[in-house]
């Protein structure tokens, strides 16, 4: 549904901050923050975080928000750190952690594409919290399917060292699960474009695929313990744990994230700080940083272990 952003704002400067006065420091004029009931329609998501709205923004002015405390600040600065986090993991990575463990070129091939597909996940985040405000509706829905797709991207990320590492002794099957996973992806992606996809009625479905996609892991993982002789062989000892704390925080932070728990329970006392939205964007950054050590682990091990020869005889 369109709208006609206020004309008020050109004229008047605004300083004011919805019910949260006491921090005037650092606000640029012209932007004020509003209540859930004074927002436009399609920004209307969460009624538990009454307050602390940016909206009806230009680009610039959505930029400069980044800088005043809105319900946004922490969504927008989480990411940002992580995108932070994972850059530097990557040049340390590069310098130190790959040359340590006699890594090839396959393997930085594989962290490059990891760290990057993290790195696009975080900004792409960062990108949709920064401009959900802005004045049109269009940009707002644009930076949103923006957010999705990155959402996808993270999950590639954690997908293709997963499989690289663990079928390392099994080039057929690496093969099979890359290219099944590219393909899901890439399916996703063009589900995106659908003009449906990221309206509100389908919300169910949204979340259905992006759950299949990140369950998808589940057949790989099992696949991968039978190939390596069950519960009982040193390696799924090793790093099955590794898999299965993955798949917990993944399912905490999506629990989070649907049930919009706890600011459910305490309606306009968590606009700013403590939301359900905080703790998925931390839990995310968590469970990345957590795969990107296990695929660090994970190499280590093949490295000083040379694939058993039921295996290299195959490939
Ligand atoms: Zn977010």
Redo the contacts with the bound molecule.
Sequence with gaps: MPYKPLKLHKSTHYIELGSYQYWPVLVPRGIRLYTFEQIPVFLKENPYITDGYRAHLPSKLCLKSIFILSNETV?IWS?LLGFLLFFLLGVNDMCAVLPASGANREDYVIYCIGLFCFQVCMLC?VG??LFSCHRSEKTCRRWLAL?YAGICVGILGCYVPGVFYAFYCNIFWRQVYLVTVLALILAVFLAQIHPDYHSQEWQYQRTAIFCSVAGYGVIPAIHWVWLNGGFGSTVVQLFLPRVMVMYLIAGAAFLFYISKIPERYFPGQLNYVGAS?QV??ILVVFMLYWWHQTAVYIMNFRHSQPCPPLYTSSG
């Design positions: 969504n990411h985040s949709y919290h957010d939205h998925w964007h």
